[in-house]
Nanobody, 116 residues
Framework: VQLQASGGGLVEPGGSLRLSCAVS????????MAWYRQAPGNERELVAS???????RYVDSVKGRFTISRDNTKNTVYLHMNSLKPEDTAVYYC???????????WGQGTLVTVSS
């Protein structure tokens, strides 16, 4: 199983980025997908999730700014990030999970730095 995250980088406050996570080795369409992030000195937190049925959820701090989407034909999940703030700086990780009873699989992380 492989989850390959990409799309991170340095962006100015107010800017946008799109993260991608390409998945292989599992039946992508059956898995719930999520993006987490971990800032230095902080615990990893759930940012956004999208179930296999298409239900989306977001942490309050990104509502209205971030959008999670998935393309089951490309086995890829995306995180569209707009109006980025310095506090969004973190390593972003994608996770695939068949159901809440299993730990699932993690990608390697991609660094997002929001700074002027």
């Amino acid at each position: 199983v492989q989850l390959q995250a990409s799309g991170g980088g340095l962006v100015e406050p107010g800017g946008s980025l799109r993260l991608s996570c390409a998945v292989s080795g599992i039946v992508f369409r059956n898995n719930d997908m999520a993006w987490y992030r971990q800032a230095p000195g902080n615990e990893r937190e759930l940012v956004a999730s999208m179930s296999s049925a298409g239900l989306r959820r977001y942490v309050d701090s990104v509502k209205g700014r971030f959008t999670i989407s998935r393309d089951n034909t490309k086995n890829t999940v995306y995180l569209h990030m707009n109006s980025l703030k310095p506090e969004d700086t973190a390593v972003y990780y994608c996770r695939a999970r068949l159901n809440p009873k299993v730990p699932g699989y993690w990608g390697q992380g991609t660094l997002v730095t929001v700074s002027s």
